[in-house]
């Protein structure tokens, strides 16, 4: 990735834009495509949404599992996360 950042580009590595795992020199180009192109704003935005809701979902809760769950269901989810 050179110093102009397309489209592409801005997907391929925004988990490492969101990570601070890039350069000084890429970051500022980031943030000159974010200035931009409000189409990148809008997918940075779901993106990160989508990770907080993803942390959310397997974030250790001390609520009793519904009685209407299926115990192989509980089972399989508990199982999944080792």
Do not use: W
Not at 34 to 57: D, F, N
Not at 64 to 75: A, H, K, M, S
């Amino acid at each position: 990735m050179g110093f102009d950042v397309t489209c592409r580009d801005f997907v391929r590595f925004l988990d490492d834009y969101l990570a601070g795992a890039l350069a000084t020199e890429q970051v500022a180009a980031f943030n000159d495509h974010l200035a931009a192109c409000p189409s990148c704003v809008s997918y940075m935005k779901t993106y990160r949404e989508t990770i907080r809701l993803g942390k959310l979902a397997l974030a250790p809760t001390s609520e009793p599992v519904p009685d209407d769950i299926p115990e192989d269901l509980v089972r399989a989810i508990l199982q999944s996360r080792k």
